[in-house]
Nanobody, 115 residues
Framework: VQLVESGGGLVQAGGSLRLSCAHS????????LGWYRQVPGNERELVAV????????NYADSVKGRFTISRDNAKNTVYLQMNSLTSEDTAVYYC?????????WGQGTQVTVSS
C-alpha cells in the first residue's frame, strides 16, 4: 500500500489545516487508516484512526473536539481536518494504513503552528 500525504504547512495558532492521504489500494481492502505525528526526540503518537469498513473513529485525547478524521472511499483518500491549532500540534504528521498484519506509512508532512 502506498500512501501519499499532502496539506501540511505553516499556520498561525487558532487556524486550521486539512491533511490528505491518498492510498493505492481500495479502502475496503485496508483494515484501518489513520494519522500519527512525531516531534523530534519523541515517539510517534497516534492522532486519529478510522476503520475502513464501519467508519468507527478513535482520537487522542489531546485532539478530541478539534480534529476530525474522515475518508472518501471513491477517492481512496483519508483526511484529517485540524481546527483550533496550537503550537503543541507542531509535528511531522504521518499517514498510516493497516492491511491484515502489515503496517504502512507515508513519508510524512510537516505541520508548523506559530504562536
Amino acid at each position: 500500500v502506498q500512501l501519499v500525504e499532502s496539506g501540511g504547512g505553516l499556520v498561525q495558532a487558532g487556524g486550521s489545516l486539512r491533511l490528505s492521504c491518498a492510498h493505492s489500494r481500495s479502502t475496503f481492502s485496508i483494515n484501518l487508516l489513520g494519522w500519527y505525528r512525531q516531534v523530534p526526540g519523541n515517539e510517534r503518537e497516534l492522532v486519529a484512526v478510522i476503520t475502513s469498513g464501519g467508519g468507527s473513529t478513535n482520537y487522542a485525547d489531546s485532539v478530541k473536539g478539534r480534529f476530525t478524521i474522515s475518508r472518501d472511499n471513491a477517492k481512496n483518500t483519508v483526511y484529517l481536518q485540524m481546527n483550533s491549532l496550537t503550537s503543541e500540534d507542531t509535528a511531522v504528521y504521518y499517514c498510516y494504513a493497516r492491511q491484515f498484519q502489515y503496517n504502512y506509512w507515508g513519508q510524512g508532512t510537516q505541520v508548523t503552528v506559530s504562536s
